[in-house]
């Protein structure tokens, strides 16, 4: 294969052919040698993968693909992972192309479908190639923007699911941010789509420059033969000296854990936006990984009395909003937080996070890319997808909660975070700045700028509706073999081979081992398998007598009554102790009030008690003794020295149990064994115990090559055996059972079914079904507690039954080995049948104070779509009998109720 230099000079000599020259022309600035490259191959009929940083221009790769299908008479899909990216993209193909030419189908809005370029989201693509939709007609070219998407756990499957599926005739434009394992995805796009170029470009259009804010000083984070690269590692060393003396001013002890350094106070935030535009580093993007963090950031901003705007831009702050807002009810406007946010736009700030609805979220892309807004505080979802660079962008904390546990920030999210900063066309370079606190090693940071691991992996797992779409369209054997085919199993079997080659070069070091272990008085094998026999049965009988003595311990201490007088065994308060009070806890360990000979008066816990303590004598201890009172304590150990005990009593405790039976046999044929004789028996035994180890590493890389050889081909054959089971295959073909489940697209898809199929929803009114799929798409958040009281009677009738067929699918599903399907939430279902009730915002949002949280307005329309989609899925659904499904009518009339305000004006474009 060509060199990238000779191609690019290919590309260069043929610039001339009418498609390239002609889209060429469109844009005022030449492209890059990327953009050539990747244009030249798809014009050759290849596909392509392009990988390269956030604002590289990989974009205009998939721009010429819809040049080349309206040249060519074909259609083009636009796929995107997100609506607003959707959303976004339609409007650029709209002021190229015009209305008439650019559709879009989100699943909130269909406008022009059959237009020759759609943009859509992923998850609509995916549902076209399922239903064999005529849509799919004349398709020429397929753009996946933002590819790597594959990688998301939630929704990764879909992006894999299109890209087998597409059909062959299509070419696929793959558009990725730099990912470090790009050379395999592209091997596994040849094994599934033929052939497909792999382009990389690494080079940001704009240099990044790191930076640390330590207090109100700005200090470059790498040394200056790093600094613009940050390639090395190198840390500045001024940054280095200046921490140090910080660090000579705060508490020697160091917090604990949680708390604040004595001497250190975080930068406030409306000093740092002011030392940035000081440095002329706005507009910028600061990420705080907390939605409460973000909406705080600019209550301060705003109280501190800070402005970035002039009175002509406060103008057009004004008109923008109330275009964008136009829509919102006005008795909502109060409850969205509508004057606060207002006022924080026209002083230059705003926050950006899932909370907010779409409208207030718009606004501030658009003022932000305007200009007009030149600080938002934002949670690390803007770092994908939505076109908004910045020329500084700002880490608080380099940890972020996962979803189970704060975790640090890996080399990807600290690249994909910082990829933000710098304007292609606008800055000459950009900027990434890192709050220093006493907790944060320059070094650490240093790392994260300079690594480039972003690998990609797939999130692909076979799900019931796949499978029953599969088998089908294909029957089962071919259904199989085309998952196999997946990027997941491609990993996995490379990972196979990895661990294979790790296998035979153990068998090579065991085999160097035994020959090192070779005793001329005989078997050291079988010598050393004794010696670990032996030394397993002891430290299990080891870790049955802890365990026995600790039980020991806690009944003894539990038995304790004022007036013994026991033995501290060993530590700093050994010897004899009077009990004032046991000490006895409902739940914890007692923790025993004594005083002792030496005077000292306190609580004793059980790690002071390496055996069980033993009640030596009593003593008559006066009522409500106080232990702090000095005279107390002399008189009380006046009386233990008095007390008549036997030396061995004050002494020691009670001795140990013997060895067993087994051990003693061990022992005794071990000092049998020929080998035990053999002078280098110890040296024998070292290599013994390296081959001991080395062979359970084999045996454990032998599990795990079975655990992936086939790994989703053996999931697929369960869910088959679950779905035959239950009346949704039979065979190679789909029942009528089946084809419903075909047409669900959700998570709980199989409860769905299988709720659809009981007829439990049958009976309910609309506000009641849409309260009770809410807790088949609802997530609760980490706080929220159970909900002890629903709606109504219907309602609870319909999610008890509704549980009651989960928890029968959960008991299958471990039956045959899966993953048990997500359990209904409740957490939701006072909001929705509120708001289908056509309640107020503000009061359906009060709802949500019952399951011990406040839901944002944000959450409450990102959760109505989800409901929406559900609903919209049960009205259109194909009864197993053929008849229209009875809930299909009370479906529509549900979303209807649901689509109305807030809701609806989010679904706008």
Known sequence: MASPSERYAAARRRARSPALADFRGEYPFDLDEFQVEACEALEDGYGVLVCAPTGAGKTV????????????????????????????????????????????????????????????????????????????????????????????????????????????????????????????????????????????????????????????????????????????????????????????????????????????????????????????????????????????????????????????????????????????????????????????????????????????????????????????????????????????????????????????????????????????????????????????????????????TYPLRSSFRP?????????????????????????????????????????????????????????????????????????????????????????????????????????????RRAGLAIVLDPGLHPIGDPHPLVVTEARWAGRLSPIDFPVAAEVLGRVKVPKNADHRSPQVRRDLASQLRDLDLPTAQRRRGRSGAGDDAQVERLRAELRAHPCHRCPDREEHARWGERAARLARETADLRRRMEGRTGSLGRRFDRICALLDQRGYLAEDETTPAGRQLARIWSESDLVVAECLRAGVWDRLEPAELAAVVSTLVYEPRRDERAVDRMPATAVRDALADTTRIWAALADDEEQVGLPASRQPELGFVWVMYRWARGERLDRALSASTQAGSELSAGDFIRWCKQVLDLLDQLATAPSPDGDPEPVSVTARAAGAAVRRGVVAQSMQV
């Open 463 to 571: 799900s019931y509706n796949m499978a029953v779409n599969l088998v089908g369209q294909m029957g089962r054997p071919a259904a199989r073999q085309l998952l196999e085919s997946s990027f997941a199993q491609f990993q996995a079997d490379r990972g196979v081979a990895g661990l294979a080659r790790q296998v035979r070069r153990n068998e090579q070091t065991s085999a160097e081992y035994e020959q090192q272990m070779a005793c001329e008085y005989g078997d050291f094998g079988e010598y050393a398998e004794l010696r670990r026999r032996l030394t397993e049965r002891e430290a299990l009988l080891q870790r049955e007598g802890a365990r026995a003595r600790r039980t020991a311990v806690a009944h003894s201490l539990e038995a304790l009554k004022p007036g013994d007088v026991i033995r501290v065994p060993s530590g």
């Open 61 to 452: 790769v998939g721009e010429f693909a819809v040049h080349l299908a309206l040249s060519a008479g074909q259609k083009c899909f636009y796929t995107t992972p997100i609506k607003a990216l959707s959303n976004q993209k339609y409007n650029d193909l709209v002021d190229r192309y015009g209305p008439e030419q650019v559709g879009l189908l989100t699943g909130d809005n269909a406008v022009n479908g059959d237009a020759p370029i759609v943009v859509m989201t992923t998850e609509v693509l995916r549902n076209m190639l399922y239903v064999g939709s005529a849509a799919l007609g004349n398709l020429g070219y397929v753009v996946m923007d933002e590819v790597h998407y594959l990688g998301d756990r939630f929704r990764g499957a879909v992006w894999e699911e299109v890209i087998i599926h597409l059909p062959a005739s299509v070419r696929l434009v793959s558009l990725s941010a730099t990912v470090s394992n790009a050379e395999e995805f592209g091997e596994w796009l040849v094994s599934v789509r033929g052939e497909t170029q792999v382009i990389v470009h690494e080079q940001r259009p704009v240099p990044l420059w790191q930076h640390m804010l330590v207090g109100t000083r700005m200090f470059d984070l790498f040394a200056e033969s790093d600094a613009a690269t940050a390639r090395g590692s190198v840390v500045d060393p001024a940054l280095l000296r200046y921490i140090n003396e910080r660090m000579r001013y705060l508490d020697p002890g160091g917090p604990r854990r949680g708390e604040r350094p004595r001497g250190w106070r975080p930068p406030h935030r409306p000093d740092v936006i002011t030392r940035l535009d000081s440095e002329g580093l706005l507009p910028a993007i600061t990420f705080v990984f907390s939605r409460a963090g973000c909406d705080a950031a600019v209550r301060q901003c705003v109280l501190s009395g800070l402005v970035l705007t002039t009175e002509d831009e406060r103008a057009d702050i004004d008109a923008l909003v109330e275009q964008r807002t136009a829509a919102i009810p006005g008795e909502d406007l109060d409850v969205l937080g509508y004057w606060d946010w207002r006022d924080g736009l026209r002083r230059g700030f705003a926050a950006h996070h899932a909370g907010l609805v779409p409208a207030f979220k718009e606004t501030v892309e658009e003022l932000f890319v305007r200009g007009l807004v030149r600080a938002v505080f934002a949670t690390e979802t803007l770092a994908l997808g939505i076109n908004m660079p910045a020329r500084t962008v700002v880490l608080e904390r380099l940890t972020k909660f996962n979803g189970e546990t704060h975790a640090d920030l890996t080399p990807g999210e600290y690249t994909q975070l910082t990829g933000r900063a710098g304007r292609r066309g606008i800055d000459v370079e950009g900027h990434a700045v890192v709050l220093w606190h006493p907790e944060l090693d320059p070094g650490r940071v240093a790392g994260l700028a300079s690594t480039r």
